[in-house]
């Protein structure tokens, strides 16, 4: 079970930090991942942090603003994002993957993935 938090409504230019608590499973061996889907829009790869080495991989539209991070130990990941859009707004999903990050897939079927939290930039 993954459980996402931290959504909300933020003006533009603003910050958010998401949170993402896994139960039942540990993060050791899994691939750690964000994506997003706003409505009518297909799903969107956001980043991932890789458990073989540690490297972050980070979708083309938040490269510079959004940050991934995990503290494995407290078994949570985090998705710190800054310079918010209004096309940022979405549902945000956390998601734990044995084999793949598959950011670049909107079809990739994750081991685990969260209910979602959403996020709205707005004025």
């Known amino acids: 079970q993954l459980q996402a938090s931290g959504g909300g409504l933020v003006q533009p230019g603003g910050s958010l930090r998401l949170s993402c608590v896994a139960s039942?499973?540990?993060?050791?061996?899994?691939?750690l991942i964000w994506f997003r889907q706003a409505p009518g829009k297909e799903r969107e790869g956001v980043s991932c942090?890789?458990?073989?080495?540690?490297?972050?991989t980070y979708g083309d539209s938040v490269k510079g603003r959004f940050a991934i991070s995990s503290d494995n130990a407290k078994n949570t990941m985090y998705l710190q994002m800054n310079s918010l859009k209004p096309e940022d707004t979405a549902v945000y999903y956390c998601?734990?993957?044995?084999?793949?990050?598959?950011?670049?897939?909107?079809?990739?079927?994750?081991?685990?993935r969260g209910q979602g939290t959403q996020v709205t930039v707005s004025s």
């Open positions: 039942g499973f540990t993060f050791d061996y899994h691939h």
């Open positions: 942090i890789r458990f073989s080495d540690g490297t972050t």
């Open positions: 998601a734990a993957d044995n084999e793949d990050c598959g950011l670049d897939s909107a079809l990739y079927e994750y081991d685990y």
